[in-house]
């Protein structure tokens, strides 16, 4: 069941308000792995209230999946595009991905007075939190590092590890552990920041294999 794990949703995640938290500025804008089995692709999302104002981030990169020594390739790594789009209070944050042919969306919402988002995909695959460091970039989210607690629900295992920027590249560590905390996979992302017009040439110019 592990591999049903969308990398960002994770985060690519899951994957937002988030880019480099190296010197360079984060590419966002003001503006409205592993492999998966079949699933159907969700709707878009609603279309923002016209009042609200959301940060946008875009993400092209790939998702490898190992051994937990990363001794052992569990096939090929997975080439992905995610869209980060969070709320102007700070408190939603939607994170659309596209790998292996398929559209993956994670929901995060914070809880009041605090750093920890819960987190929940569209498949009702996992469900758990992300917590933000807030320890750089004067405190702006999307130069957080963060850490991952997610929980199959179907009882299979959990997920956890930890993502850090270097510049405009989110990288993360995740391994999946069974329900003996025994650990069975390690899953590492590679997200560089694009921008929106490079987003959507990605998109238009064929499926993300």
């Known amino acids: 069941m592990w591999k049903r794990i969308t990398p960002l949703g994770l985060c690519a995640g ?18 409205p792995s592993v492999e998966a089995p079949s699933t159907v ?3 878009p999302a609603p279309a923002p209230a016209a009042e609200e104002t959301l940060a946008v981030q875009y993400f092209m990169g790939q998702t490898a999946t190992t051994s937990p020594d990363e001794s052992t390739p569990y ?7 995610a869209r980060w789009v969070m709320n102007g209070s700070g408190d939603r944050l939607v994170e659309d991905a596209w790998h292996g ?18 987190v929940n995909d569209d498949g009702k695959v996992f469900s758990g939190t992300v917590t ?14 963060m850490t ?30 069974d329900p003996a905390n025994v650990p069975k996979a390690r899953i590492r992302d590679t997200l560089q920041v ?16």
């Open 148 to 177: 991952y607690a997610l929980k199959m629900l179907d009882g299979s295992g959990t997920l956890t590890g930890s993502a850090q920027w270097e510049d405009d590249v989110l990288k993360t560590n995740k391994v999946f552990s």
């Open 14 to 31: 899951l994957l937002i308000f988030m880019a480099g938290c190296g010197a360079s500025a984060p590419k966002t804008e003001s503006s």
């Open 101 to 118: 042919g398929e559209h993956f969306r994670s929901v995060f919402i914070r809880r009041p007075n605090t750093l920890v988002f819960d």
């Open 75 to 81: 096939g090929p790594p997975k080439a992905l595009v």
């Open 41 to 43: 692709a969700s709707a």
């Open 194 to 209: 694009i921008t929106k017009d490079e987003f959507d040439a990605i998109r238009a110019s064929k499926p993300i294999p």
């Open 132 to 145: 933000f460091a807030i320890t750089t970039g004067k405190g702006q989210w999307n130069r957080s590092a």
